[in-house]
């Protein structure tokens, strides 16, 4: 049962393995019917175009079979998330005067499992079923604390955007008109880094860009990639892969 917690330039060139081609991402996807005949996995396995790295990832990690038989709710990195955190990695090895990474299963696999469970939770939840978030107001909207299939405490809320009504006069905005929290509504899964001492927590915020598509075997929710890195904190994780070893 899902246990809710109440508050509180070199390595550059180098041509990357995870990635098997050169791609070129939309936002825009349309619309698409939310209910899907199959598993989370069979799902990311199909739509190969923006998922083929995190499949193989999640296969390097031991984690295909919660995806596929387990009922949960997963926020889907896409695959430009992880070019990301490996050239971030690849600039820490470079400073260390180290060979840079050029595939993923250099990086342990335990360190894969650990940080990509951080996006995986037990049940069933789709958007209606998150408070809401506001980082701007954290006293009043905080959303909530979860802990991941890995035990990981991460916190999930939904941003309720403003609307805003120019009166049909685009770009003028003297006479707009701001409907607090009337907008849109969006999920957002954030990691909370507690720096300590004066520095406090420190929000590391991935919202979604496409949410409740239903498989068979739970909810999953797609991460918006030009907004994460993926790992939430890129120095964590490349610590992390550092400290397990890179072969």
């Known amino acids: 049962m899902t246990k809710i917690i109440y508050p509180i330039f070199f390595c550059s060139i180098i041509s990357l393995a995870i990635c098997s081609c050169k791609k070129d991402y939309y936002t825009d996807t349309g619309i698409n019917d939310a209910n899907f005949d199959g598993t989370i996995m069979e799902y990311l396995v199909k739509d190969s175009f923006y998922f083929d790295t995190l499949v193989r990832v999640i296969r390097h990690a031991g984690l ?19 070019d990301k955190i490996i050239r971030f990695v690849n600039e ?6 180290r060979d840079s990474v050029t595939r993923f299963e250099q990086i342990k696999p335990s360190v894969w ?26 006293d009043t909207y905080r959303g909530n604390l979860f802990e991941s299939v890995d035990n990981q405490v991460m916190n999930i809320g939904v941003i309720y955007n403003d609307a805003v009504n120019n009166n049909g006069t685009p770009g003028d905005l003297t006479d707009d008109i701001t409907l607090k929290y009337k907008g849109y509504r969006q999920l957002m899964l954030s990691y909370l880094y507690d720096f300590g001492g004066t520095f406090g927590v420190r929000w590391y915020n991935a919202p979604v860009a496409t949410s409740d598509i239903a498989p068979r075997n739970g909810r999953l929710h797609i991460l918006k990639y030009r907004n994460h890195t993926f790992g939430f904190y890129p120095f964590r994780f490349s610590q992390a892969a550092d400290e397990a070893g890179i072969d």
């Open 113 to 138: 499992k650990k940080f990509l469970s951080q996006y995986i939770f037990p049940g069933n939840r789709g958007l209606k079923d998150y408070t809401q978030v506001d980082t701007l107001a954290l």
């Open 64 to 82: 295909e079979s919660i995806l596929q038989n387990e009922q949960v709710t997963f926020f889907a990195p896409p695959d430009p998330c992880f």
């Open 92 to 97: 820490s090895q470079l400073e260390r005067g």
